[in-house]
């Protein structure tokens, strides 16, 4: 007579869209696994199915304003994620949640927005006025803006010129792997002109920008959307165990 093993039937399966870059998914999956241990003990780890996507294909049709066709490649990977038994989807990236309602409307399981992810934790720290930093689609354009100020919050967003370095830094340098000292000491001084402006805190609105940024390079808090959304999913996929 064989026993079967014993599974947490109950927690739910995350659906992970990733690949954008693979940098922020390798930590993606790594607080994943990492914060489950810390909840549940012993050797558990995290129900994922993971599809991850060609981030050079990604990456041009960002750069040639084919946002549709874009949002098309992640709305098959969600379908494919909804058929492999996820429970709820995680979109790896800020900036790709510009195609949110897209891939929403493709599957019928819960997506879980980056931006009100980030928002509930500013409002929860009792914040009203947040500096916003990520790709120039995430800082110039009104869908993930819009998102975060639906949520009462007032944001704020480099000049121009910040903006370009902080852009050309996430590309060249952190979607690669690269960490550069310098590159930290410009967005240090980036954040430093946030906070004149009247930034009370700061959303790392980009995956990879935690790679190189943490508190330690703030005077006021940072908001980091990658451990923000992780949390949030395990809180939706082990809510009935832990209940």
Known sequence: MTTKPVLSS??????MIGGMSWESTAEYYRLANVLTRERLGGLHSARIVLDS??????????????????????????????????????IFTNTMHIAAEQVQAAVGIPLLHIADVAASAVTSAGLTTVGLLGTAFTMEQTSYRDRIESHGLKLLVPPDDDRAAVHRIIYDELCLGVLRDESRQLYRDVIGRLIAAGAQGIILGCTEIELL??????????????????????????????T
């Open 53 to 90: 996507v060609d981030f050079a294909d990604i990456e041009a049709l960002q750069a040639s304003g084919q946002w549709d066709e874009a949002g098309q490649v992640l709305a098959g990977a969600a379908q494919r994620l909804e058929a492999a038994g996820a429970d709820l989807l995680l």
């Open 10 to 15: 109950s927690s739910r399966t995350i659906g």
């Open 213 to 242: 940024i943490s508190d330690a390079d703030s005077a006021v808090p940072t908001f980091p959307t990658t451990r923000l959304h992780v949390m949030a999913a395990l809180d939706a996929a082990l809510a009935t165990d832990e």
